[in-house]
């Protein structure tokens, strides 16, 4: 049984990845993680709002009040409530390529062009295997419109695989109004490989308070479906990669998303409740799988239900929307 899998270039023992999380924090936990079979892991983000604050730092942080800053500035966490600072993060990369033989990709949280992309080398400087480009960007401005938003998101994503060697994958949000379209822009743009998609926080409303709280909730199976569909419609386009994290909860659900189309499936929530120990769980399982149904690798099963041999997919989608709909009865 072969687990074997190319990702961003990457050859991967299997498609299981460890995605953006503490994890990366803690080098026992990255060694535990490893040993259990994780095929590669991502480092928690560093955002493009640290390195500009650091950036700003070394010129004014001695000089200005803390009260003359922008009060834009302050809704975002202080300097030192990031659990890496960015000088502490390269450090990271390296002790985490000293400890481990997977791989080890970088995350770098940011969405408009601009002088901290630079840091990608630095990235490629400290030993990352590669970088994974989170483009999380909630537009709040009614006067921003879409193709503004995404010429941005690509301008970043040239800026960042220009600037270095080591592969880049492309983290996004499933809210693009033609998804297919955008994730070929990236990848003319430079990247190797798309994610699908990135979680969005969403926030709850004290009402006695009437203040905004912050809800950090772990991902459930309900989510995967999103990520099934988009992996069934992209990967038959896509020349590059394909991850899908959120959601995959299971052996069954890391199935499904390879038969839709997905080279590796990071995992988080999962881990989080159950271990390190979880991810031999899931591989034998797997292994299970593919046993029972005559597969000898992954690579034969992958993308077997995309939306290939489908001669119309939004009719297909159209039409599955609908039988749904006409399913319920009172």
């Known amino acids: 049984m072969k687990f074997a899998t190319n990702y961003l270039g990457l050859k991967l023992r299997n498609p299981l990845v460890v995605g953006a999380s503490p994890f990366g924090d803690n080098l026992n936990a990255a060694v535990k993680l490893q040993d259990a079979g994780a095929g590669a892991l991502v480092m928690r983000s560093l955002f493009e709002e640290q390195i500009d604050l650091e950036q700003r730092a070394l010129t004014c942080l001695l000089e200005m009040p803390a009260e003359s800053t922008s009060e834009a500035t302050s809704y975002f966490p202080f300097y030192e409530e990031y659990q890496l600072t960015p000088d502490h993060y390269l450090r990271q990369i390296g002790q985490l390529k000293s400890a481990l033989t997977i791989p080890v990709i970088a995350s770098l949280n940011g969405y408009r062009p601009g002088g901290w992309t630079e840091y990608a080398r630095r990235f490629e400087s400290a030993g990352a295997d590669a970088i994974e480009l989170n483009v999380y960007h909630l537009v709040t401005d009614p006067l921003t419109n879409a193709a503004e938003v995404e010429n941005d998101m690509i301008e970043t ?163 599955n929307y609908q039988r749904i709909l006409q399913s319920w009865r009172m």
């Open 157 to 319: 994503v040239r800026n960042v695989s220009s600037t270095v060697k080591i592969p880049v994958a492309v983290k996004i949000s499933a809210f693009h109004t033609a998804p297919v379209q955008f994730a070929l822009a990236l990848e003319k743009a430079g990247a190797a490989g798309v994610v699908l998609f990135n979680r969005f926080y969403q926030p709850d409303l004290n009402i006695e308070e009437l203040e905004v709280v912050p809800q950090l909730k772990l991902s459930d199976p309900s989510e995967l479906l999103t990520r099934l569909r988009w992996l069934a419609i992209i990967s038959p386009h896509l020349k590059g990669s394909l991850a899908s994290t959120g959601g995959a909860h299971s052996a069954e659900d890391v199935i499904k998303a390879i038969l839709a189309g997905a080279h590796t499936v990071q995992l988080v929530s999962v881990l989080l409740k159950h271990g390190p120990v979880f991810l031999s769980t899931l591989l034998r399982g797997i292994a299970d799988w593919m046993d029972a149904h005559g597969y000898e690798n992954v690579d034969q099963f992958r993308g077997a239900m995309n939306l290939k041999r489908c001669p119309d997919a939004s009719a297909f989608e159209r039409a």
